[in-house]
């Protein structure tokens, strides 16, 4: 079955720890994006790349940073520099840059603090 | 810049009665569309709606349809015969040209027997 998978699917950081989330997709998918939200919020975007050794900083890309090597992989690594980064990670992707093509979710990442 | 606003916290609905969730909109492009997700318990997000802005007539998709007021920059969904798996939190998004999804709040809603 295609789709997006993310993992793990909780992780915990120790204080100055940066952290790696894992996001692939087999849909043959362009663009990817990585959200986070927060109780009481809606998704607010990171970071998104809509081809391959390109991506672009989202609305809160401070503390965190990312690859896109591969077009089935998008990882998003959380730094130390984050300095609230318990939250919960989604992962998306959309079959183009069209907008009118809606975007598929991965069933998320959640990251505490130790 | 472009936002969403969804109002409504919180609703409530009986089973097999009807509710729409209200969002407003702003953005400066011409071309655009908007979504309305899904997202269970589970924390999956499940698309459930689109509309395109240039299209005047309003979407649906079985128990789900939209009364979409461009003038107005509104875009609310309707739910009708509600069914306790309707449960979930509702978000309405918006998307541009730029490729970037902005999603409202949210409204979280309880379908009760």
């Known amino acids: 079955d295609g789709g997006i998978t993310q993992s793990p699917k909780y992780l915990f950081r120790k204080e100055g720890q940066n952290v790696t989330l894992s996001c692939e997709q087999n849909?043959?998918?362009?663009?990817m994006y990585w959200y986070r939200q927060d109780p009481g919020q809606g998704l607010r975007l990171i970071y998104y790349?809509?081809?391959?050794?390109?991506?672009q900083k989202g609305d809160i890309a401070e503390g965190y940073s990312v690859s896109r090597e591969k077009k089935e992989s998008f990882p998003l690594t959380v730094t130390s520099a984050q300095k609230n980064p318990t939250a919960f990670y989604l992962c998306?992707?959309?079959?183009?840059?069209?907008?009118?093509?809606?975007?598929?979710f991965g069933d998320g990442t959640r990251l505490s603090i130790l | 810049a472009q936002t969403v606003t969804q109002s409504q916290p919180e609703m409530s609905v009986q089973e097999a009665e009807t509710v729409t969730l209200s969002c407003t909109y702003d953005?400066?492009?011409?071309?655009?569309?908007l979504f309305w997700y899904k997202q269970p318990p589970s924390r999956q997000m499940i698309l459930v709606i689109r509309?395109?802005?240039?299209?005047?007539q309003n979407a649906t998709e079985n128990r789900f349809s939209v009364n979409f007021q461009k003038a107005a920059k509104s875009f609310s969904l309707k739910i009708s015969d509600s069914q306790l798996g309707d449960t979930a939190m509702y978000f309405c998004a918006l998307t541009g040209t730029a490729s970037k999804l902005t999603f409202g709040t949210g409204t979280r809603l309880q379908v009760t027997l």
């Open positions: 953005t400066s492009e011409s071309n655009y569309y």
């Open positions: 790349s809509q081809i391959v050794n390109d991506f």
């Open positions: 509309q395109e802005a240039y299209k005047q």
């Open positions: 998306a992707s959309r079959i183009g840059v069209t907008s009118n093509q809606p975007q598929h």
């Open positions: 849909l043959n998918h362009d663009a």
